[in-house]
């Protein structure tokens, strides 16, 4: 890969990340970097700090020790909005929607999500506020027509099937413009046709420039889609490199194998 098409640019660093949850330690002395245009998959077994590790990026909750770092900025500890704010998105391993909003509603909320929701009522009735209103129905309806979902824009999202409601999750990600969009578990749950249909389309947003950190299971979504892999166990670092390497390593299929025969 070549840095001169910025591939070999880190856009998100972790540095000696841990959190605790009482003795739990979900997250410890965690250090990966995230390059741009990459999708990087995080994988690991139950309960290895996946989760909490993307919560911890997106301002959620705190560290108790480590950095993280976006484009430079530290953004270790800031408020879930003003990460947003520096282009981090997510969607969520159960996807949330609201039941009486159709789908248009629901990614409105994600542009306005980007004016930390003070600015539009300020300029209400505005020619300003007009304007950024119909930039903001334009942007939703070319995020729709992208992930396939503008014939359904008047419909109740939670009562798409649930390989679009993850596509309006997505749409709702993508309408706050991220640099880096963060996926946890986006395929769980789905039918071959929906996950294969879901990898096409994370394809497609990559292309479109950003960046994306997934966490999967599914270990042929993961080896097909992504071009850089990082396993955690325990929450630490257990062995990271693209998908050729990360396949048969002793340690990933030892730490896979291990918490198989001990759920068994
Ligand atoms: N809010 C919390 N309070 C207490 N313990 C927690 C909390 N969140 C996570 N944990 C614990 O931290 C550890 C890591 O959990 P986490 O959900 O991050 O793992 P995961 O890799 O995402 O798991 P899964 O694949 O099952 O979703 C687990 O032992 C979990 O029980």
Same mark, same amino acid.
Do not use: C
């Given at each position: 890969?070549?840095?001169?098409?910025?591939?070999? /640019?880190?856009?998100? #660093? *972790?540095?000696?990340?841990?959190?605790?949850?009482? !003795?739990? =330690?979900?997250?410890?002395? %965690?250090?990966?970097?995230?390059?741009?245009?990459?999708?990087?998959?995080?994988?690991?077994?139950?309960?290895?700090?996946?989760?909490?590790?993307?919560?911890?990026?997106?301002?959620?909750?705190?560290?108790?020790?480590?950095?993280?770092?976006?484009?430079?900025?530290?953004?270790?500890?800031?408020?879930?909005?003003?990460?947003?704010?520096?282009?981090?998105?997510?969607?969520?391993?159960?996807?949330?929607?609201?039941?009486?909003? /159709?789908?248009?509603? #629901? *990614?409105?909320?994600?542009?306005?999500?980007?004016? !930390?929701? =003070?600015?539009?009522?300020? %300029?209400?009735?505005?020619?300003?506020?007009?304007?950024?209103?119909?930039?903001?129905?334009?942007?939703?309806?070319?995020?729709?027509?992208?992930?396939?979902?503008?014939?359904?824009?008047?419909?109740?999202?939670?009562?798409?099937?649930?390989?679009?409601?993850?596509?309006?999750?997505?749409?709702?990600?993508?309408?706050?413009?991220?640099?880096?969009?963060?996926?946890?578990?986006?395929?769980?749950?789905?039918?071959?046709?929906? /996950?294969?249909?879901?990898?096409?389309?994370?394809?497609?947003?990559?292309?479109? !420039?950003?960046?994306?950190?997934?966490?999967?299971?599914?270990?042929?979504?993961?080896?097909?889609?992504?071009?850089?892999?990082?396993?955690?166990?325990?929450?630490?670092?257990?062995?990271?490199?693209?998908?050729?390497?990360?396949?048969?390593?002793?340690?990933?299929?030892?730490?896979?194998?291990?918490?198989?025969?001990?759920?068994?």
């Amino acid at each position: 890969m070549s840095s001169e098409k910025g591939y070999d /640019t880190a856009i998100l #660093t *972790v540095e000696r990340l841990s959190k605790a949850f009482g !003795g739990v =330690k979900a997250v410890n002395d %965690l250090s990966f970097s995230v390059t741009q245009n990459a999708i990087h998959a995080i994988i690991g077994p139950n309960g290895a700090g996946k989760s909490t590790l993307f919560n911890l990026i997106t301002g959620v909750i705190a560290p108790n020790e480590g950095k993280i770092k976006l484009f430079n900025h530290d953004i270790t500890s800031l408020r879930p909005d003003k990460i947003a704010q520096y282009g981090v998105s997510r969607t969520f391993q159960n996807i949330r929607l609201f039941p009486d909003m /159709t789908v248009f509603e #629901t *990614v409105l909320i994600g542009t306005y999500l980007l004016t !930390g929701g =003070k600015l539009l009522p300020a %300029l209400f009735r505005s020619n300003e506020f007009r304007k950024r209103e119909r930039q903001a129905k334009d942007r939703i309806k070319e995020i729709l027509q992208f992930v396939g979902l503008w014939d359904m824009r008047n419909e109740y999202a939670a009562k798409l099937s649930y390989g679009n409601q993850r596509r309006v999750e997505i749409a709702r990600a993508l309408a706050t413009n991220p640099r880096l969009l963060l996926l946890d578990e986006p395929t769980a749950g789905m039918n071959q046709k929906e /996950t294969k249909e879901l990898m096409q389309l994370f394809s497609q947003v990559n292309q479109q !420039g950003i960046t994306i950190l997934i966490i999967a299971h599914d270990m042929h979504l993961v080896n097909t889609l992504s071009n850089q892999i990082t396993v955690i166990n325990f929450g630490e670092k257990l062995v990271e490199g693209p998908p050729e390497v990360i396949q048969n390593h002793p340690a990933v299929v030892e730490a896979y194998m291990g918490r198989a025969e001990a759920n068994a």
